[in-house]
């Protein structure tokens, strides 16, 4: 094969579209250190794509070579690949970009009195005047494969993937300023930043801020930062999700799997998880070599990882937000029911003030900056001991001899209890306003979470079912009801193989006993066959806790009194994750004093 051929179809593996240009130039440029990187685009970056550096340049006698394919600065030996720190190390971006576009490259490499031109149609240098740095300009992309060209979207949509790779880098280097230009005009705009947070907030947006909660969670030789969502801030679309292996953005099954699994207590049916995660690890214990595009990984340990970033997220997430004294609280009213347009202007700084308390939580992603002890409160929170029994009532003993009257500093976040709304609803005031609980819903995260402590560790009981349910068995669940034989038992479950290719439900958990036996073996058996063991275990408890909790919960309709409503709020204040109810539905919202007044049109 021709040597031109052979880059055009690794460019190919490489380059997908516009923003892969993109993405490869920035690595580049960040690899060089730079500390202010202007991206220019026109066309969607099809016609040009242009990154400016202020790196350390080129050295002239590199510059040609760096367009040859295998030609790397970065790493000199298979044992450099084991620990490489920096985002390219392939040594094929340039040579393949090139292959499928006009490349042109301006350097001047740190303490060079001149800088040069390279033209990578020709091969011709020629010396130019510039600042120390990089400029690698792509023309007309795809001129060479009009096949590849064909697939490209509308410029808008192009420059949208664009302007989502810059993204990508600047969410984990807020310590660079990043500008993108399109058509001469500037679209976006994010200063170098102090402060992670601030990054975050320009990047994505104050709202992400105000509604995220610190993530800092070491887990043996792993370490997650960064910032989780709280369940309210969750999308319908999966488009706020950033997850970084030692800086790079990366797409993966098990980290995937792990965030999914940690929101699952909290998160309500389809809803889409926010955060922006970093997960640190010895590189010898990650593969980064597994994609031409270097977004997939390959852990040595899945396992470790998958439990690391499970924990982190859960342990962010567990402090009930009623109880914490600075954090995100959940949405204000006006920004879940009207537009933005229709709420007075005299509101928004009550937004915004959630937005700074909600600050200093997003710093721990970058931990060489991290203030010192932000939000370090929330992860170690621990509900108090409580001997309040399962029964559909509240005890109400020590809370409801407290004086009814306003605790001072608010030591009562969810505020006095004032009546009982059409048999669903408790209504309290706090400092802040109006506080709206749902009753049954935020009772049923209290006995879940009670139910949760007492059995942890203790094995589900299990019921002999007097005819086992045989089925037509795969040969994987074959496979995994006897490689799990040891597991089942905790889970209450018996299943063992009846013929090659049956198998029979024996025994099921007490409380699944009404259930379809068969379904249930199933649907257990493919989780064991995908993941640890563990977590099989815990996620299958949860559920059938969950159940219990919600028969053993308060209906409907059931009169409360004022000392009882009282004695609810105040465990939900000491209850981890009572901001949501077992299936992710909220259970308690704001509607501030401001709010009230905007709806009665005063102080105007
Ligand atoms: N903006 C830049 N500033 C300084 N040096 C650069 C810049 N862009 C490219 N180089 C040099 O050119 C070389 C080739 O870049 P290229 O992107 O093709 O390969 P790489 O980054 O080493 O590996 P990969 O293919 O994984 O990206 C780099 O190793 C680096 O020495
Ligand atoms: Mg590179």
């Known amino acids: 094969m021709p040597d031109e051929l052979i880059s055009q179809i690794a460019a190919g593996e490489v380059v997908e579209r516009p923003a892969s240009v993109v993405r490869e130039l920035l690595d580049n ?13 026109s066309a969607g970056g099809v016609r040009l794509i242009s990154v400016e550096d202020d790196g350390q340049g080129i050295p002239r006698e590199e510059l040609t070579v760096a367009l040859r394919r295998h030609a790397t600065s970065k790493i000199a030996s298979l044992n450099d690949l084991e620990t490489v720190g920096t985002m390219g190390f392939r040594g094929e971006a340039l040579a393949a970009i090139n292959a499928i576009a006009e490349l042109g490259i301006h350097s001047r490499f740190a303490g060079a009195d001149s800088a040069f031109a390279l033209d990578g149609r020709t091969g011709e240098m020629r010396p130019v005047a510039r ?64 402060q992670p947070a601030q990054r975050l907030a320009d990047a994505l947006s104050d709202d992400f801020v105000a509604r995220s909660v610190a993530v800092d969670h070491t887990h043996g030789p792993v370490r997650v930062t960064g910032s989780a969502g709280i369940p309210d801030a969750a999308r319908s679309r999966a488009d706020q999700q950033y997850f970084y292996v030692n800086g790079r953005f990366v797409r993966d099954k098990v980290l995937a799997h792990a965030v999914r699994s940690a929101y699952e207590d909290v998160l309500h049916g389809q809803r ?104 370090a409160a929330l992860t170690g929170f621990a509900p108090p001991a409580s001997t309040a029994s399962f029964a559909p009532s509240f005890s109400t003993g020590a809370v409801a001899a407290a004086s009814p009257a306003f605790a001072p500093d608010d030591a009562w976040p969810l505020g006095r209890a004032l009546a009982q709304l059409q048999g669903i609803y408790i209504l309290a005031e706090n400092r802040q306003g109006l506080v709206i609980v749902d009753m049954h819903a935020a009772h049923e995260r209290i006995v879940y979470e009670r139910l949760k402590q007492q059995l942890d560790g203790a094995a589900i009981t299990s019921q002999p079912l007097l005819i086992p349910a045989t089925f037509a068995a795969t040969p994987q669940e074959v496979a995994t009801a006897e490689a799990c ?45 995908q993941h640890d063991a563990s977590t099989v275990v815990q996620r299958a408890q949860n559920e059938l806790l969950s159940t219990m909790a919600c028969h053993g919960a308060v209906r409907a309709n059931r009169k409360l009194t004022v000392e009882e ?22 259970t ?5 004093v401001r709010e009230l007044d905007a709806l009665f049109l005063r102080g105007r």
């Not at 109880?323 to 949405?331: R, W």
């Not at 229709?342 to 992603?365: S, Y």
């Not at 009282?566 to 909220?586: I, K």
């Open 272 to 375: 889409q998880p926010v955060y922006v995660l970093s997960l640190e690890i010895d590189p010898s214990r990650v593969d980064v070599n597994v994609h031409p595009t270097k977004i997939e990984v390959r852990f040595r340990d899945g396992r470790e990882v998958h439990q690391a970033v499970r924990h982190a997220i859960e342990n962010a997430l567990a402090a009930p937000r009623a109880g914490a004294s600075s954090t995100a609280t959940p949405a204000p009213f006006f920004s879940q029911t009207m537009p933005a347009a229709a709420v007075p202007g005299w509101v928004q700084p009550a937004i915004h003030f959630a937005a700074e308390r909600g600050a200093g939580d997003a710093l721990a992603m970058w931990p060489q900056q991290r203030a010192d002890g932000e939000g």
């Open 565 to 586: 409503m009282n004695a609810l709020l105040r465990q939900m204040e000491a209850t981890e994750r009572s901001d949501q109810c077992n299936h992710g539905r909220p």
């Open 131 to 194: 600042a120390t740095g990089t400029t690698v300009e792509v023309r007309e992309l795809f001129f060479a494969t009009p096949a590849r060209r064909k697939f490209l979207k509308t410029d808008a949509t192009e420059l949208a993937h664009c302007i989502e790779a810059v993204r990508r880098h600047a969410l984990a280097r807020p310590e660079v300023g990043f500008s993108i230009w399109h058509e001469g005009k500037l679209v976006e705009q994010w200063r170098a930043a102090a």
């Open 29 to 41: 440029a960040l690899d060089a250190g730079a500390r202010q990187i202007t991206v220019r685009l």
């Open 485 to 529: 034989a040891g597991v089942l038992p905790t889970l209450g479950l018996e299943i063992t193989p009846f013929s090659p290719r049956t198998l029979a439900v024996r025994a099921v958990p007490g409380t699944l006993a009404d259930g379809d036996p068969v379904e249930l073996a199933r649907s257990v058996l493919a989780e064991l066959a």
């Open 588 to 592: 308690w919202r704001l509607l501030s």
